[in-house]
């Protein structure tokens, strides 16, 4: 049978060290759950999928500064010259890239009067020709890609069509079809086509990420500044970026050839805050939890020093070793769960903060009690073995005078 009011009375004598000890657990209990909540949050952004192959994936820029070149059929010229080589499986100019943190975004409406149309919500604007899809390797659960006969050179240009992510057309249409609707962008008509399995768009943190539409614009003729994607299997990318340079400067050297990066590369970039942020939580989160069992070691440690005769004269009048280490152990629990429950309250309270400050999810109630199950656990080893240490003090040891 556990004596509770004996220890509570024990505690009561030195009120500062548990004082302090209980604080720390309180603090403990609320920042780690909310801490581990954000970093589960982190790493679930970063394992979505983006609806591409990544690793097939690489982008590069081509500069032209002859003044007099016509864009329009240099671009015509340049995919079929990237086509043509060894290895390229499809190429098409675009844009912008999934998970790039930079692009375009853009909204249609179904009417063409504004004052009465309805708008989408917010999406990434992908450009590209009939080879887009294959270049991101995107499934199409819906109608059509593109024909070579509809693709446009200018965003001016009629005869616009688009094809949507599901996730959007799921948002603006629901379980309708897409296929064949008319939408409106100004003065612009846009036909939808098609509809893709999956599709991310640029910015990882938008609420409308996985919003996007690829519009049938060849964009490479459209500036001096192209932006070709190409995808290829990874064991030749090595070499790509030099053949497809030399080829590239030999048909037209007045132009510069550069930022070589594979989608998989982009996609490290954009998330490496998140990825940072998640590491420096986690560091947070151990050194938390390693400071607060170094706490109740200290304390139990001290306790025993301080209490060695009270614990000798306990074992004088019949205490097992057992009764010893129970004292000290359901000392170290009556801390922690009062700790945890004010710091479960306190951790609710915390993320009901961020959420209003940073747009996070509410945090979820299994956190704060995952965090008191843990801080529970880790303090067992913590006191268990001073506790063990206090259980083998001999009875004629500690009743001694010093």
Known sequence: MLHIKPIISSLSRSKSGP????????????????????????????????????????????????????????????????????????????NMMPVSGSGWMDRYVDGPNPDTAKSMPGFALYLGNQHLLDVFGAELADGRNFRPDEINTRLDDTGMKAMVSQALATEFWGDESPVGKIMYQGDQTIEIIGVIKQLQGAWVDHRHFEYSVIQNIDFGGSSQNKTYAVRLLPEHMEDFEQQVTETLLAENPNRVINEFHTLSDIKQRTYNNHRLMAWLLSTMVVLLLLITALGLTGMVMFNIQRRTKQIGTRRALGASKIDI???????????????????GLLALQL?????????????????PIAAVAGLLL?????????AFRAANIAPATATRTV
């Open 19 to 94: 004082i302090l000890l209980l604080l720390q657990i309180i603090l403990s209990v609320a920042i780690v759950a909310n801490a581990s909540f954000i970093i589960h949050e982190r790493l679930s952004l970063m394992a979505r999928d983006s609806g591409v192959v990544e690793e097939q994936i690489v982008r590069f820029n081509v500069y032209s500064f002859e003044p007099t070149i016509d864009h329009v059929q240099q671009n015509v010229i340049d995919q079929q010259i990237i086509r043509s080589l060894p290895n390229v499986m499809a190429v098409s100019s675009t």
């Open 378 to 386: 880790v303090t067992t080893f913590a006191v268990i073995f001073p």
């Open 351 to 367: 993320g009901e903060q961020l959420m209003k400050l940073y747009s996070l999810p509410m945090l979820p109630n299994m956190y």
């Open 325 to 343: 280490i129970k004292h000290f152990m359901v000392e170290n629990y009556l801390i922690c769960i009062v700790g945890g429950v004010i710091g």
